[in-house]
């Protein structure tokens, strides 16, 4: 099965609001997680990660939860702006092994 | 400039045909990685190398095979190619193959479609 679940296909926000994003997973062994951005016909550019050891991490307007308990990570994007529409993927990932899990992604609407 | 060049852009290709997919990275990075992202299917981990040394392969089929002839070169060998390998491919690099600088640097992707 799917190791890393988006479970919203889509959100749309308000100019100024804030841009909550989920992410579930489901291997314990992960200890790294990510959110990448994602325009149309581009590649992911890394956003912001967190290692298991906190969880919680601020940059700017960013801000990652970690949830080890549940296994769910979130992506919390506040005063959000036009420029922050697109296609948002999550990924974590076992230190042991280098290998990161996608989940299937969450196309962030940010309306003026 | 861009820092990792993947060429060529797009590319089509018939049924049972051969291709190379080119991986190039300028980023002085010691890992390197291949994704594939088919319709409507998450991005998915192929191959990992770390100075030129497979280091995990999460591909079932052996007609993929990665090809390494510098540190900062990774291409991908696809043969007898099927329409279900039509997907972007992407070319991925880290510093280092452990977590203490885990952040993957992504090229701009192949799009192959085989008919």
């Known amino acids: 099965g799917q190791q890393v679940k988006q479970s919203s296909p889509s959100l749309t926000v308000q100019e100024g609001g804030i841009s909550i994003l989920n992410c579930d997973y489901e291997?314990?062994?992960?200890?790294?997680f990510a959110w990448y951005k994602k325009y149309p016909d581009n590649s992911p550019t890394l956003l912001i990660s967190?290692?298991?050891?906190?969880d919680k991490r601020e940059d700017g307007r960013l801000t990652v939860f970690l949830n080890k308990s549940g296994k769910h990570f979130s992506l919390h994007i506040t005063a959000s702006q036009p420029e922050d529409t697109a296609v948002y993927l999550c990924?974590?990932?076992?230190?042991?092994?280098?290998?990161?899990?996608f989940g299937s992604g969450t196309k962030l609407t940010v309306e003026p | 400039d861009p820092k990792i060049i993947q060429k060529p852009k797009y590319l089509v290709a018939v049924t049972g045909s051969e291709k190379i997919l080119i991986c190039e990275q300028y980023?002085?990075?010691?890992?390197m990685y291949w994704y594939r992202q088919s319709a409507k299917k998450p991005l998915e981990f192929m191959f990992s190398?770390?100075?030129?040394?497979?280091?995990d392969n999460q591909t079932a089929s052996s007609r993929f095979q990665p090809q390494s002839s510098k540190k900062n070169h990774l291409d991908l060998q696809i043969t007898a190619l099927k329409p279900d390998d039509s997907a972007t491919y992407f070319c991925?690099?880290?510093?280092?193959?452990?977590?203490?600088?885990?952040?993957?640097?992504f090229g701009p992707g192949t799009r192959l479609t085989v008919l």
């Open positions: 991925a690099s880290s510093q280092d193959w452990d977590w203490g600088d885990a952040e993957q640097f």
């Open positions: 291997n314990d062994m992960f200890d790294y």
């Open positions: 967190v290692r298991s050891n906190v």
């Open positions: 990924a974590a990932g076992d230190a042991n092994y280098n290998v990161l899990y």
């Open positions: 980023l002085g990075h010691n890992a």
């Open positions: 190398y770390s100075y030129q040394k497979l280091m």
